[in-house]
């Protein structure tokens, strides 16, 4: 019966030793893998998306409804950094201007456009940082860019193209324009315009996720 009782002890000891030793290498183990870093948003932008109304900018709705006309401009969505309902002023710099003389360190934000919608039920979805980024999809909706904020007074204004995209460019505005397909278009138009500074900002699919940004849904009204 000793024999037993003693045979029994080791067993249990022994087994006690293999658990506390393969705890030990589990702890071990995890010690070697990286911790990824969470990301944190700390972008201090208030940033939001205005419509010409009557000669003044106004803040638009989570839902917009406009025509959509063969050739012609559907809307021009411009960016401000406040949150007020309307902005005015004499030209966009001025209106600019207004709202950032007092964001520091406002040169190490970039300012980028997404837009979402479906031609013939298949998903189109584009991050937006040139002009050249919106062509694929051209023939149903056309895309122009603005940098409003350096535009020069009594300056030709023109949409931007690629080789005018620098560091010191700030994409302000776009336009939208129905293209010659533009029938083919499925479903509404999301647009989100955001401000980011690193790559961080993007998810793994190239997508903004931070949470400085704008958007509306652009619905046809005819």
Do not use: R
Not at 66 to 91: A, H, M
Not at 170 to 194: F, R, W
Request: with cysteine.
């Amino acid at each position: 019966m000793k024999k037993i009782l003693l045979l029994f002890l080791i067993l249990i000891i022994t087994g006690c030793n293999s658990s506390v030793n393969n705890i030990n290498k589990v702890v071990s183990d995890n010690k070697n893998i990286p911790i990824k870093d969470e990301y944190v948003d700390l972008n201090p932008l208030k940033l939001s998306l205005y419509a010409d109304e009557n000669s003044k900018a106004k803040k638009v709705s989570d839902e917009m409804y406009y025509p959509w006309i063969l050739k012609k401009d559907i809307t021009v969505l411009n960016i401000f950094l406040t949150e007020d309902e309307y902005v005015t002023g004499s030209y966009y710099k001025e209106m600019w201007n207004k709202y950032t003389i007092d964001i520091d360190n406002l040169e190490n934000y970039k300012f980028g456009w997404e837009i979402s919608f479906e031609v013939n039920n298949n998903l189109i979805h584009k991050k937006i940082l040139k002009p050249s980024d919106a062509e694929e999809f051209y023939d149903y909706l056309e895309i122009y860019l603005y940098d409003c904020v350096n535009h020069e007074i009594n300056e030709w204004y023109s949409h931007l193209l690629d080789n005018q995209v620098n560091d010191d460019t700030i994409i302000s505005s776009m336009k939208l324009t129905c293209g010659q397909n533009y029938d083919e278009i499925t479903s509404d138009i999301i647009v989100k315009a955001y401000s980011y500074d690193t790559e961080d900002d993007f998810d793994e699919n190239g997508f903004y996720k931070g949470n400085s940004f704008d958007e509306v849904i652009i619905k046809k009204s005819n």
